[in-house]
């Protein structure tokens, strides 16, 4: 069973930056695409980032395009969102999600595991 740990969310000032961490372990990570996604109290989940299980593939949502930028690192069984230039609209839970695809989805009805979450919170 894959298990998934977000961690690295935290209060931040708006401008600043967070990387949040999503452990992977249960599984091979390498044949899982990534996701991130986020969730702001009063609103639906949405669509952040995804990685193909290799890397070469990215995709972000339009808001976050150019701010943020997510990774993974294989051999280390581990995903990651880098989240520059924060704005407080960004506050949310955020968490990691993993699909046995070679591309990822923007679509949260298609990964099949999701970590607990982690909060963001960005103060104006």
């Known amino acids: 069973q894959v298990q998934l740990v977000e961690s690295g969310g935290g209060l931040v000032q708006a401008g600043g930056s967070l990387r949040l961490s999503c452990a992977f372990s249960?599984?091979?990570?390498?044949?899982?695409?990534m996701g991130w996604f986020r969730q702001a109290p009063g609103k639906e989940r949405e669509f952040v980032a995804t990685?193909?299980?290799?890397?070469?593939?990215?995709d972000y949502a339009d808001s976050v395009k150019g701010r943020f930028t997510i990774s993974r690192e294989n051999a280390k069984n581990t995903a990651f969102l880098q989240l520059n230039s924060l704005k407080p609209e960004d506050t949310a839970v955020y968490y990691c999600?993993?699909?046995?695809?070679?591309?990822?989805?923007?679509?949260?009805?298609?990964?099949?595991?999701w970590g607990q979450g982690t909060q963001v919170t960005v103060s104006s």
């Open positions: 990685i193909s299980r290799s890397g070469a593939n990215v």
């Open positions: 249960g599984r091979t990570f390498s044949t899982y695409a």
């Open positions: 999600a993993a699909v046995e695809l070679g591309l990822g989805t923007r679509w949260a009805n298609r990964y099949n595991y």
